[in-house]
């Protein structure tokens, strides 16, 4: 079975930083796009950063632009780095994997999903 497990949610304040890792189980996905995307509670998903297959490519929300790095390592494992955290990017976090040869912002380009992980940054 395919999985995508995200890890390194918690609580921080504003101003404050935290790493996002995201972890495939059952396949390997480094010849996958991936992606971070998230939800915030009352709002749809929305993306948040994209990285190529090989890494040479990245691709960001506006809100996030010079504040979050998403990476990805050879081991496999995806990263967002999330500096300068403001209460506005409370939300549940979710990575995917996309089979198609880019960096992509929509849903619909991915394939698999994690089940998220949740990052409150209170005021």
């Known amino acids: 079975q395919v999985q995508l497990v995200e890890s390194g949610g918690g609580l921080v304040q504003a101003g404050g930083s935290l790493r996002l890792s995201c972890a495939p189980s059952?396949?390997?996905?480094?010849?996958?796009?991936m992606g971070w995307f998230r939800q915030a509670p009352g709002k749809e998903r929305e993306f948040v950063a994209a990285?190529?297959?090989?890494?040479?490519?990245t691709y960001y929300a506006d809100s996030v632009k010079d504040r979050f790095t998403i990476s990805r390592d050879n081991a496999k494992n995806t990263y967002l780095q999330m500096n300068s955290l403001k209460p506005e990017d409370t939300a549940v976090y979710y990575c995917?994997?996309?089979?198609?040869?880019?960096?992509?912002?929509?849903?619909?380009?991915?394939?698999?999903w994690g089940q998220g992980t949740q990052v409150t940054v209170s005021s």
């Open positions: 995917a994997a996309s089979s198609k040869i880019g960096v992509f912002g929509r849903e619909d380009d991915y394939n698999y």
């Open positions: 059952g396949r390997t996905f480094s010849r996958y796009a």
């Open positions: 990285i190529s297959l090989t890494g040479g490519r």
